[in-house]
């Protein structure tokens, strides 16, 4: 019934922008993190960015101080503003949440189906 869903990816030049969305929908509880990841061609998927309900944000090395994650809960949506892309910046943009759908229930981890990014060079 939850859904996560990814939108913004798209095909940008290098040194371009783009900002990513992920809004999570359903029967929903709460809401404790939500993330981002990315898996490129020939690599293992990695962590970009989280942003807990209440902690610190984490960041990769490779995107900080040009990546910005932010969430707005009163749309269960959370961002992903990318600056300065390089190349090396392409890949599959996955969005997850770690959704709790009722008060005696377990919280799951949700993942969206992703979404395309591409740098040019």
């Known amino acids: 019934q939850v859904q996560v869903v990814e939108s913004g990816g798209g095909l940008v030049q290098a040194g371009g922008s783009l900002r990513l969305s992920c809004a999570a929908s359903?029967?929903?509880?709460?809401?404790?993190?939500m993330g981002w990841y990315r898996q490129a061609p020939g690599k293992q998927r990695e962590l970009v960015a989280a942003i807990p309900s209440g902690g610190k944000i984490d960041y990769a090395d490779s995107v900080k101080g040009r990546f910005f994650i932010s969430r707005d809960n009163a749309k269960n949506t959370v961002y992903l503003q990318m600056n300065s892309l390089k190349p090396e910046d392409t890949a599959v943009y996955y969005c997850?949440?770690?959704?709790?759908?009722?008060?005696?229930?377990?919280?799951?981890?949700?993942w969206g189906q992703g979404t395309q990014v591409t740098v040019s060079s």
């Open positions: 359903g029967t929903i509880f709460s809401i404790n993190a």
């Open positions: 997850n949440a770690d959704i709790k759908r009722d008060l005696g229930g377990p919280t799951f981890r949700y």
